[in-house]
């Protein structure tokens, strides 16, 4: 009973933050400011930016959460992975990464990867959520970012959107610790 409500929760917090809009366009760049070297569970986006680096990743090298804050700016997890970035094993590791992590494609936000005893399976789905984002701080206190598409439409220019506000975000929060 207190993981439900614990759960549901979180949830309304999340949603608190959320606009309902669905038609904000924005004409972002895909990101002409600083080198970003950005780590990848899963397949690598189809983003040309000589400023923008992606390498592989695999969740168990993750673990290693001193390694992956030193060496990248944010991390990745593709659709294909969501399932099982959802292991209850993976929570500790996201909230000591240093770094922003980022759950792309994902409709149920980033409550069940950070949430002990919510899978994602039983996540209520989010309306508008394309991407979401997490950043443990401190011991009780995180941020978290959700990224929808223009107008919920799928196709490359809303995309390329969504990859260009995220990458404005880890720029930030790189700039921020500096």
């Given at each position: 009973?207190?993981n439900?409500?614990?759960?549901?929760?979180?949830?309304?917090?999340?949603?608190s933050?959320?606009?309902?809009?669905?038609?904000?366009?924005?004409?972002?760049?895909?990101?002409?400011?600083?080198?970003?070297?950005?780590?990848?569970?899963?397949?690598?986006?189809?983003?040309?930016?000589?400023?923008?680096?992606?390498?592989?990743?695999?969740?168990?090298?993750?673990?290693?959460?001193?390694?992956?804050?030193?060496?990248?700016?944010?991390?990745?997890?593709?659709?294909?992975?969501?399932?099982?970035?959802?292991?209850?094993?993976?929570?500790?590791?996201?909230?000591?990464?240093?770094?922003?992590?980022?759950?792309?494609?994902?409709t149920?936000?980033?409550?069940?990867?950070?949430?002990?005893?919510?899978?994602?399976?039983?996540?209520?789905?989010?309306?508008?959520?394309?991407?979401?984002?997490?950043?443990?701080?401190k011991?009780?206190?995180?941020?978290?970012?959700?990224?929808?598409?223009?107008d919920?439409v799928?196709?490359?220019?809303?995309?390329?959107?969504?990859?260009?506000?995220?990458?404005k975000?880890?720029?930030?929060?790189?700039?921020?610790?500096?």
């Amino acid at each position: 009973m207190k993981n439900i409500y614990l759960c549901s929760l979180m949830t309304a917090l999340a949603l608190s933050g959320c606009s309902t809009e669905t038609s904000k366009e924005e004409n972002a760049s895909l990101n002409n400011g600083a080198y970003l070297k950005i780590g990848i569970v899963g397949e690598k986006p189809h983003i040309q930016k000589e400023n923008i680096k992606f390498e592989a990743l695999s969740l168990e090298q993750l673990k290693d959460t001193k390694k992956v804050s030193s060496n990248f700016d944010a991390v990745f997890i593709t659709k294909g992975n969501l399932k099982k970035a959802d292991d209850e094993k993976y929570v500790t590791v996201y909230d000591n990464l240093k770094i922003p992590i980022f759950f792309l494609q994902t409709t149920k936000g980033f409550l069940p990867f950070v949430t002990e005893g919510l899978s994602y399976k039983e996540a209520s789905e989010l309306n508008h959520s394309y991407a979401s984002g997490y950043l443990k701080e401190k011991k009780s206190s995180y941020r978290y970012w959700e990224y929808g598409l223009n107008d919920d439409v799928v196709n490359e220019k809303n995309i390329n959107n969504v990859y260009s506000r995220i990458f404005k975000t880890v720029e930030d929060v790189k700039r921020e610790k500096s």
